[in-house]
């Protein structure tokens, strides 16, 4: 038995409520491979997760995604080695740590262009982006999409792959530093969310026209308006809620702003089994090679660090994706 350092919550609450531990940690079992971590990706999920709006039973690790190496494997895994570099996005929480059993089948190997940091900031987010813009809604050239939070982690992800597939994209940011961040990942214009008529801010960015499909994680201070920028049988999509939970929609409400459609949908069901998680995660780096997804890290904390960088987040002070180094 050897030993690894992870982030552990006793209570849900404030940033504080996270403390690194030193635990045991048994040797991969059946099916299991053992990963020195090497980079951690932040999610906004974590905080949700972390301030108990996503209950965990305690005591609870946190986090989604890390990329490292493979040091040892257990009984029935056939398909890694040590050494291989690999990342996962969806093994159940516990990624802030230092070392970790992962089930194989979460795996997915890294190709040489894709740094462990990289991957460590781009596979949940990257995996969120690639089933919304070909699943949820096939974005076409020449669609008109309205992203929120173009600045952020998964926004600007979605912003350059969607502009990539020749989309027109108009993002919106919480505050104007944040507009350069979402130009550069492609928008034609970027909206300021405190712009008190926001929506008639979005119409005259696009000369009247509403969006085919609006992408909205922000929820609670957006959604309602959300509908309002959508054109007639266009797509809402409410993929979070940064902001707070959002309201309860009435369907008449869908009837009289234009027979919208609205969903909710989750990374998880997109990349349940490990041949769809593959064949996606596959996508996401041929976009990437292709240059249709950059990396954008706006800030690295060590994993001892962990309360800082959640405070940053909550902030909302950081632009682009957050990495912890174990
Ligand atoms: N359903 C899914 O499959 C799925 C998967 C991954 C992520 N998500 C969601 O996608 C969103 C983005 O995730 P991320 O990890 O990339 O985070 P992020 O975009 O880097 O951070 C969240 C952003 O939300 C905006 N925001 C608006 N109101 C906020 C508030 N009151 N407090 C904090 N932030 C607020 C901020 O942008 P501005 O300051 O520019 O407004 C902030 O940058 C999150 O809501 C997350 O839950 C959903």
């Given at each position: 038995?050897?030993?690894?350092?992870?982030?552990?919550?006793?209570?849900?609450?404030?940033?504080?409520?996270?403390?690194?531990?030193?635990?045991?940690?048994?040797?991969?079992?059946?099916?299991?491979?053992?990963?020195?971590?090497?980079?951690?990706?932040?999610?906004?999920?974590?905080?949700?997760?972390?301030?108990?709006?996503?209950?965990?039973?305690?005591?609870?690790?946190?986090?989604?995604?890390?990329?490292?190496?493979?040091?040892?494997?257990?009984?029935?895994?056939?398909?890694?080695?040590?050494?291989?570099?690999?990342?996962?996005?969806?093994?159940?929480?516990?990624?802030?740590?230092?070392?970790?059993?992962?089930?194989?089948?979460?795996?997915?190997?890294?190709?040489?262009?894709?740094?462990?940091?990289?991957?460590?900031?781009?596979?949940?987010?990257?995996?969120?982006?690639?089933?919304?813009?070909?699943?949820?809604?096939?974005?076409?050239?020449?669609?008109?999409?309205?992203?929120?939070?173009?600045?952020?982690?998964v926004g600007q992800i979605l912003t350059r792959w969607?502009?990539?597939?020749?989309?027109?994209?108009?993002?919106?940011?919480?505050?104007?530093?944040?507009?350069?961040?979402?130009?550069?990942?492609?928008?034609?214009?970027?909206?300021?969310?405190?712009?008190?008529?926001?929506?008639?801010?979005?119409?005259?960015?696009?000369?009247?026209?509403?969006?085919?499909?609006?992408?909205?994680?922000?929820?609670?201070?957006?959604?309602?308006?959300?509908?309002?920028?959508?054109?007639?049988?266009?797509?809402?999509?409410?993929?979070?809620?940064?902001?707070?939970?959002?309201?309860?929609?009435?369907?008449?409400?869908?009837?009289?702003k234009g027979c919208l459609f609205l969903t909710?949908?989750?990374?998880?069901?997109?990349?349940?089994?490990?041949?769809?998680?593959?064949?996606?995660?596959?996508?996401?780096?041929?976009?990437?090679?292709?240059?249709?997804?950059?990396?954008?890290?706006?800030?690295?904390?060590?994993?001892?660090?962990?309360?800082?960088?959640?405070?940053?987040?909550?902030?909302?002070?950081?632009?682009?994706?957050?990495?912890?180094?174990?």
């Amino acid at each position: 038995m050897s030993t690894h350092r992870r982030v552990v919550i006793t209570e849900f609450g404030p940033p504080q409520v996270m403390t690194l531990q030193s635990e045991p940690l048994p040797a991969p079992g059946t099916g299991e491979v053992c990963l020195r971590q090497t980079a951690i990706g932040f999610n906004f999920i974590d905080v949700y997760q972390r301030r108990g709006a996503y209950p965990l039973d305690r005591p609870t690790g946190l986090g989604f995604e890390a990329a490292g190496v493979v040091e040892a494997v257990g009984p029935e895994v056939t398909d890694f080695n040590p050494g291989d570099r690999v990342a996962y996005m969806n093994a159940g929480v516990g990624a802030y740590a230092d070392r970790r059993n992962v089930p194989a089948g979460k795996l997915v190997r890294l190709p040489d262009e894709v740094s462990d940091e990289a991957a460590a900031s781009l596979l949940f987010k990257g995996m969120t982006a690639q089933y919304l813009l070909r699943k949820t809604h096939a974005v076409q050239a020449g669609d008109l999409l309205l992203v929120h939070s173009a600045a952020g982690g998964v926004g600007q992800i979605l912003t350059r792959w969607a502009t990539a597939l020749g989309a027109k994209v108009i993002g919106t940011t919480g505050s104007p530093q944040k507009r350069d961040a979402a130009l550069t990942a492609g928008c034609a214009a970027v909206v300021d969310l405190n712009h008190p008529d926001w929506p008639n801010a979005f119409l005259e960015a696009t000369g009247g026209a509403k969006a085919r499909v609006v992408y909205d994680a922000v929820g609670k201070d957006t959604l309602l308006k959300s509908l309002d920028c959508a054109a007639p049988f266009g797509l809402v999509v409410s993929y979070g809620a940064a902001s707070g939970p959002s309201p309860a929609i009435d369907p008449e409400l869908l009837n009289k702003k234009g027979c919208l459609f609205l969903t909710r949908p989750s990374v998880f069901p997109h990349n349940a089994d490990p041949a769809t998680f593959r064949a996606n995660a596959a996508d996401l780096f041929d976009a990437i090679g292709r240059g249709h997804v950059a990396v954008d890290i706006g800030a690295r904390f060590p994993l001892d660090r962990v309360v800082e960088a959640h405070e940053a987040a909550e902030a909302r002070a950081v632009t682009g994706a957050i990495v912890l180094v174990p």
